[in-house]
């Protein structure tokens, strides 16, 4: 496994594979601070691709100016250590000024998709998503790039991104790994005291009593989103920033779920620390479920 942290010998690599070798690249595109949530990701990667490659990169551009920018956690050592199990063939490590040089002005938005839910809450927030993506994608140009589904605006941002700007990279999307508690992994989970951590376990399971009540039949967005809040007001410790239920594939706003696939999303202050979650609801699949179970 070779770290490297200059952009032009990354190109070089991948150029090399690609040509030379004609190899499948996969990337794992992250901040550090890795999770289980992540491994998974590596782990389809290693399956799917012949070289996999893992980005480690806390990308100032997508964090607000009262956001956890300086105070994200970082450990480049234990997060080598941890891929190196995982047969990662290479970790991009880059510098802020190797991916932002001095005079760099040029940023990518993904209009329409990006300025609500997480959008609304984190202003600038997918601008630094879909830029830090785009140089990333250029320098690697990898055949697969691996997403949790956690991230459920990230995913449809990024999908929307490679199709508008014509990236030869598939999107891979993979379920969001939890604690035996339901609480979503997530780098900013380090933040949350025990007591905190146990509170957290609400979002998850509010969720799912939201999602229980649509495969019973509940086509109401307004229910839903009731279900999730008198849940969640059950633990004092956590404070709802918003819950919402979008199309899945545009987010537009639903009132009323009926055919298209839907997010049922949410973000939550636990203490001081911002989380999200989500389950999508699938009205192909809910019908199989609840007819297994009649
Ligand atoms: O999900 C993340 O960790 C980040 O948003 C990403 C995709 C690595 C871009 O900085």
Do not use: W
């Not at 199990?85 to 190797?98: G, L, Q, R, T």
């Not at 410790?237 to 055919?259: F, G």
């Amino acid at each position: 496994m070779e770290i490297i942290t200059r952009r032009q010998r990354m190109s070089m690599v991948t150029r090399k594979l690609r040509r030379e070798e004609a190899k499948t690249i996969g990337l794992v595109p992250t901040m550090g601070a890795l999770h289980d949530g992540h491994l998974s990701l590596v782990r389809e990667a290693r399956r799917m691709c012949e070289v996999v490659i893992v980005s480690i990169f806390v990308n100032p551009t997508q964090f607000g100016p009262n956001e956890d920018y300086e105070k994200y956690p970082r450990d480049l050592t234990k997060d080598t250590t941890l891929l190196a199990d995982y047969n990662v063939d290479y970790i991009f490590a880059p510098s802020v000024e190797e991916i932002y040089p001095k005079g760099f002005s040029t940023y990518v938005t993904v209009e329409g998709l990006s300025n609500q839910l997480e959008g609304a809450a984190r202003p600038g927030h997918f601008r630094g998503v879909a830029t830090v993506l785009t140089i990333l994608f250029n320098i690697i140009r990898p055949d697969f790039a691996f997403f949790g589904q956690k991230d459920a605006q990230q995913t449809i941002v990024v999908k929307r991104l490679v199709r508008d700007l014509a990236f030869d990279t598939e999107i891979v999307v993979l379920p969001t790994v939890r604690e035996t508690s339901g609480l979503a992994l997530s780098s900013r989970n380090a933040y949350l005291n025990e007591e905190e951590r146990r509170a957290a376990a609400v979002l998850y399971r509010a969720l799912t009593r939201a999602e229980q009540a649509y495969i019973n039949g509940e086509r109401s967005a307004r229910k839903l989103i009731e279900i999730v809040g008198a849940e969640v007001a059950t633990e004092p410790r956590v404070r709802l920033d918003y819950v919402s239920v979008n199309d899945a594939e545009t987010l537009e706003k639903l009132d009323k779920l009926e055919d298209q696939t839907a997010l049922l999303s949410l973000a939550a202050y636990v203490g001081s620390t911002r989380l999200i979650d989500n389950v999508v609801l699938h009205p192909a699949r809910q019908r199989v479920r609840s007819m297994a179970e009649s």
